[in-house]
Nanobody, 129 residues
Framework: QVQLVESGGGLVQAGGSLRLSCAASGRTASSYTMGWFRQAPGKEREFVGAIHWSGSTTYYSNSVKGRFTISRDNAKSTVYLQMNSLKPEDTAVYCC??????????????????????WGQGTQGTVSS
Protein backbone atom coordinates (compact mmCIF):
# COMPACT_ATOMS: atom_id res chain seq x y z
CA GLN A 1 0.00 0.00 0.00
CA VAL A 2 1.09 3.59 -0.62
CA GLN A 3 -0.07 6.95 0.67
CA LEU A 4 0.04 9.97 -1.66
CA VAL A 5 0.07 13.65 -0.73
CA GLU A 6 -0.04 16.42 -3.33
CA SER A 7 1.25 19.95 -2.81
CA GLY A 8 2.27 23.02 -4.77
CA GLY A 9 -1.06 24.28 -5.98
CA GLY A 10 -1.96 27.95 -5.96
CA LEU A 11 -3.17 30.93 -7.94
CA VAL A 12 -1.29 32.05 -11.03
CA GLN A 13 -1.98 34.32 -13.98
CA ALA A 14 -2.47 32.95 -17.46
CA GLY A 15 0.88 32.22 -19.07
CA GLY A 16 2.46 31.48 -15.72
CA SER A 17 3.76 28.26 -14.20
CA LEU A 18 3.13 25.96 -11.27
CA ARG A 19 5.04 22.94 -10.05
CA LEU A 20 3.04 20.28 -8.27
CA SER A 21 4.52 17.54 -6.14
CA CYS A 22 3.17 14.13 -5.20
CA ALA A 23 4.96 12.64 -2.22
CA ALA A 24 4.56 8.91 -1.71
CA SER A 25 5.09 6.96 1.47
CA GLY A 26 5.16 3.23 1.97
CA ARG A 27 7.73 0.49 1.58
CA THR A 28 7.38 0.19 -2.21
CA ALA A 29 6.40 3.75 -3.03
CA SER A 30 9.17 4.37 -5.56
CA SER A 31 8.26 1.24 -7.55
CA TYR A 32 4.85 2.52 -8.63
CA THR A 33 4.06 3.93 -12.03
CA MET A 34 2.19 7.17 -11.32
CA GLY A 35 -0.47 9.26 -12.97
CA TRP A 36 -1.76 12.81 -12.66
CA PHE A 37 -5.42 13.62 -13.13
CA ARG A 38 -7.47 16.77 -12.72
CA GLN A 39 -11.08 17.64 -12.10
CA ALA A 40 -12.68 21.01 -12.73
CA PRO A 41 -15.99 22.02 -11.13
CA GLY A 42 -18.89 20.32 -12.84
CA LYS A 43 -16.62 18.19 -15.03
CA GLU A 44 -15.44 14.61 -14.96
CA ARG A 45 -11.99 13.63 -13.83
CA GLU A 46 -9.52 14.04 -16.70
CA PHE A 47 -6.22 12.32 -17.40
CA VAL A 48 -3.26 14.73 -17.47
CA GLY A 49 -0.23 12.48 -17.76
CA ALA A 50 1.66 9.54 -16.31
CA ILE A 51 5.19 8.30 -15.75
CA HIS A 52 6.63 4.81 -15.56
CA TRP A 53 8.20 3.84 -12.22
CA SER A 54 11.65 3.98 -13.86
CA GLY A 55 11.05 7.43 -15.29
CA SER A 56 11.80 6.09 -18.77
CA THR A 57 8.34 6.63 -20.26
CA THR A 58 5.79 9.41 -20.00
CA TYR A 59 2.39 9.95 -21.57
CA TYR A 60 0.36 13.14 -21.75
CA SER A 61 -3.12 14.16 -22.77
CA ASN A 62 -3.33 16.21 -25.93
CA SER A 63 -4.62 19.19 -23.96
CA VAL A 64 -1.36 19.54 -21.99
CA LYS A 65 1.24 18.04 -24.31
CA GLY A 66 4.10 20.48 -24.87
CA ARG A 67 3.16 22.57 -21.82
CA PHE A 68 3.29 20.08 -18.92
CA THR A 69 6.17 17.81 -17.92
CA ILE A 70 6.11 14.91 -15.47
CA SER A 71 9.26 13.79 -13.72
CA ARG A 72 10.15 11.79 -10.64
CA ASP A 73 12.84 11.44 -8.02
CA ASN A 74 12.66 7.90 -6.68
CA ALA A 75 15.22 8.67 -3.98
CA LYS A 76 12.65 11.12 -2.57
CA SER A 77 9.63 9.00 -3.57
CA THR A 78 8.21 12.10 -5.25
CA VAL A 79 6.62 12.72 -8.62
CA TYR A 80 6.42 16.21 -10.08
CA LEU A 81 4.10 17.94 -12.52
CA GLN A 82 5.66 21.05 -14.05
CA MET A 83 2.93 23.15 -15.65
CA ASN A 84 3.96 25.97 -17.99
CA SER A 85 2.02 28.34 -20.25
CA LEU A 86 -1.00 27.87 -18.05
CA LYS A 87 -4.47 28.72 -19.30
CA PRO A 88 -7.67 29.48 -17.37
CA GLU A 89 -9.06 26.13 -18.56
CA ASP A 90 -6.27 24.38 -16.63
CA THR A 91 -7.99 25.42 -13.40
CA ALA A 92 -8.82 22.25 -11.47
CA VAL A 93 -8.03 20.08 -8.49
CA TYR A 94 -4.98 18.01 -9.43
CA CYS A 95 -4.58 14.52 -8.00
CA CYS A 96 -1.94 11.85 -8.29
CA UNK A 97 -2.52 8.12 -8.14
CA UNK A 98 -0.62 4.88 -8.43
CA UNK A 99 -1.02 2.60 -11.45
CA UNK A 100 -2.22 -0.82 -10.32
CA UNK A 101 -3.86 -2.06 -13.52
CA UNK A 102 -3.26 -5.65 -14.58
CA UNK A 103 -2.51 -4.61 -18.13
CA UNK A 104 0.93 -3.35 -19.07
CA UNK A 105 1.39 0.39 -18.71
CA UNK A 106 1.14 1.88 -22.21
CA UNK A 107 -0.38 4.77 -24.13
CA UNK A 108 -3.56 2.68 -24.36
CA UNK A 109 -3.85 2.03 -20.62
CA UNK A 110 -2.31 5.10 -18.96
CA UNK A 111 -5.35 7.35 -19.21
CA UNK A 112 -7.99 5.10 -17.61
CA UNK A 113 -8.87 5.98 -14.01
CA UNK A 114 -9.84 2.36 -13.26
CA UNK A 115 -6.17 1.42 -13.64
CA UNK A 116 -5.22 3.61 -10.68
CA UNK A 117 -5.60 3.45 -6.93
CA UNK A 118 -4.36 5.09 -3.71
CA TRP A 119 -5.55 8.52 -4.83
CA GLY A 120 -4.23 11.58 -3.04
CA GLN A 121 -6.53 14.28 -1.71
CA GLY A 122 -5.56 16.71 -4.47
CA THR A 123 -4.24 20.24 -4.69
CA GLN A 124 -6.04 23.20 -6.24
CA GLY A 125 -4.50 24.97 -9.19
CA THR A 126 -6.23 28.18 -10.29
CA VAL A 127 -5.32 30.17 -13.40
CA SER A 128 -6.71 33.68 -13.72
CA SER A 129 -7.23 35.38 -17.07
Amino acid sequence: QVQLVESGGGLVQAGGSLRLSCAASGRTASSYTMGWFRQAPGKEREFVGAIHWSGSTTYYSNSVKGRFTISRDNAKSTVYLQMNSLKPEDTAVYCCAAYIGSRRFSSNTASYTENYSFWGQGTQGTVSS
